[in-house]
């Protein structure tokens, strides 16, 4: 299926508007990051873990509202595989038998007639928290640094790996971004934890299978039209893969808007990092990965 049979769209007019966009974007990531800080879950920060089990169905704004006094401060309340088990976080730096009492009364208040139990406990200790950070930080990179030794050894051009490493690090740094700026607007938590890690990782891994595609139909018209304008080329095989790009990422982004949708409270942090990353990873190959290329050929032929 092709839902563009002959594109000819100017990409490389657009490229500049393209400057624009992503100046703007990953402006407003960098001062959200260095005015409001990374919004850090128990995972990266320390703290405890409680599962609470009730008889009948809860709202989880309604125990994030409760707990917010006691427990001075909101904790990051879920829904813990069903409407009547709740996962509850808190970096309350009491001991965890105080904690426990807090929330436990707090709930017997809230739900005089829906009794509760804790089934699961958990504490998560200051130096595993950064332990655990240093390893995500540390993921990031070497998986940056592979993807550029990988791209490097496929098209033997180092100006495909550094435009392929700079869309990458476009994709996770404006993501982040995002989550930094709406984490107190949206209505589900967007705090940085091991499964947003993850997502991180996942959206690496999307937009680099995608600025391959492009890469490659790149390299093949480059042997192919070897009388071609180098930019005329660029564009070119840009609408190539048109269709294949589009129609990947919208399908893809339909399977992660259901899980976002109805995957339940713990998915939606998740879910909502890759419908970005799929949007952003899927500009970023057509505009930010091409565009690094050509600019870095002219400076190489320049120099």
């Known amino acids: 299926m092709r839902w563009f049979e002959t594109p000819d769209f100017n990409f490389l007019k657009a490229h500049k508007i393209g400057y624009v966009v992503s100046g703007i974007l990953l402006a407003a990531a960098l001062i959200g990051i260095l005015t409001k800080g990374l919004q850090y879950g128990i995972d990266f920060k320390g703290g405890k873990t409680f599962v609470l089990q009730f008889e009948d169905p809860v709202e989880v704004q309604d125990i994030r509202s409760e707990l917010a006094e006691p427990l ?60 655990l950070k240093r390893g995500a930080v540390n993921a990031i990179i070497f998986a940056l640094i592979v993807i550029f030794i990988y791209i490097l050894i496929r098209f033997k051009d180092w100006t495909y790996s550094a435009g392929a490493v ?80 589009v129609i990947t990422s919208v399908t893809t982004f339909f399977v992660v808007a259901v899980l976002f949708l109805f995957g339940g409270e713990v998915l939606r942090g998740f879910s909502f990092a890759l419908m970005l990353g799929v949007v952003i990873g899927t500009y970023s190959s057509l505009f930010i990965a091409s565009s690094m290329v050509i600019e870095l050929n002219k400076r190489q032929q320049k120099s």
């Open 72 to 131: 001075g401060g909101a904790p990051e309340v879920k829904f813990y595989g069903s409407p009547e088990e709740v996962l509850i976080r808190t970096d309350n730096p009491d001991d965890i038998t105080t904690v426990q009492n807090a929330i436990t009364g707090a709930m017997g208040q809230l739900y005089p007639d829906n009794p509760n139990q804790v089934i699961k406990t958990d504490i998560v200790g200051p130096r595993f928290a950064e332990d």
């Open 166 to 245: 700079a869309a990458l690090f476009h994709d996770v740094l404006i993501v982040l971004g995002v989550f930094t700026l709406l984490s107190d607007i949206v209505p589900f938590s967007l705090q940085i934890d091991q499964a947003i890690i993850a997502a991180f990782l996942t959206i690496v891994g999307y937009s680099l299978n995608d600025t391959v595609v492009v890469f490659d139909r790149i390299r093949e018209n480059s042997l192919l039209y070897k009388t071609m304008d180098y930019d005329e080329m660029i564009n070119k095989s840009l609408n190539d893969t048109l269709s294949r790009t």
